[in-house]
């Protein structure tokens, strides 16, 4: 049987605009990858999504990001290995505490918008990060994209990690994902977007914009909580999948 994880990026709003798809978004996936306050997200808000994940039995993950909120956290930065460290470890910790306090405990990191993009083919980067999140708490699970050296870097220094892969975004011939300034970087439309995942879960390959197929390890999928039609592609991947016979399951996780 196919196993699969499904994440979303949520707690992303501010004050008393708080996304309202948030909490319904949670019926639909397994892992919820929660802003701690850099590119998103106040501690209210990030505290009332944690309390809405733990009601719906959803693992909790953190989410940190450069500090930039004009940004929305995916302008790249020019930033050393030790002042991604010192983010990470900064965002994590605090996430973990608020997960605490409400009873829970902290499940993975997943890097959020440029600092996540910025990892995939930078060493020194990723080694940076996984560092942060190992000593942070070495069995916190790293997520990062699938054959990324984000991943390389979690399995050298011993983290379990989850090779990612995204429903709602188109990917290069290198296994990258298109950039978000192409036309074609969104997959906008149902049909796409599930077929796509299927392929990747089944064939563990995605079809490129080029339509060359290239190789990819499925454990987690991304479906953005930002996205247009996100509460719509999380319901259509989730029955889509059951009906399928594929169980989804939060990696690494007893619930």
């Known amino acids: ?11 992303e709003g501010f004050g008393g ?9 949670l019926d639909y996936i397994t892992s919820a990858n929660i802003a701690c306050g850099f590119h998103a997200g106040d501690p209210t808000t990030i505290r009332k999504t944690i309390q809405l994940a733990l009601e719906k039995k959803v693992e909790i993950g953190a989410h940190p990001s450069l ?3 004009m940004g929305f956290g995916r302008r790249n930065m020019d930033i050393s290995p030790q002042e991604a460290y010192d983010m990470v470890v900064y965002q994590t910790g605090a996430l973990k505490a608020l997960v605490e306090t409400q009873g829970g405990r902290l499940h993975h990191v997943k890097p ?7 990892a995939v083919q930078d060493k020194a980067l990723s080694d940076a990060l996984a560092a942060a999140v190992y000593d942070v708490h070495s069995e916190l699970i790293l997520f990062g994209l699938s054959g990324s050296e984000l991943i390389a ?7 379990k990690t989850a090779g990612e892969v995204f429903s709602d975004r188109t990917y290069q ?13 969104l997959i906008k439309d149902y049909e796409t977007a599930v077929q796509q995942v299927i392929q990747m879960i089944k064939e563990n390959v995605v079809t490129s914009i080029n339509y ?12 953005h909580g930002d ?29």
């Open 112 to 118: 959020h918008g440029a600092l996540y993009n910025m």
């Open 17 to 25: 605009h708080r996304k309202v798809v948030d909490e319904k978004i």
């Open 67 to 69: 500090p930039d909120f």
């Open 227 to 255: 996205g247009e039609y996100a509460l719509s592609f999380a319901k259509e991947i989730h029955e889509t999948l059951t009906k399928a016979g594929i169980l989804q399951k939060a990696v690494y996780s007893d619930i």
């Open 212 to 223: 060359k197929k290239v190789p990819i390890k499925a454990e987690t999928i991304c479906i």
């Open 173 to 185: 011939d290198d296994g990258s994902l298109t950039p978000r300034s192409d036309e074609e970087a």
């Open 153 to 159: 870097a979690g399995e050298k220094i011993g983290l």
């Open 1 to 11: 049987m196919h196993v699969v994880d499904i994440n979303c990026d949520l707690g």
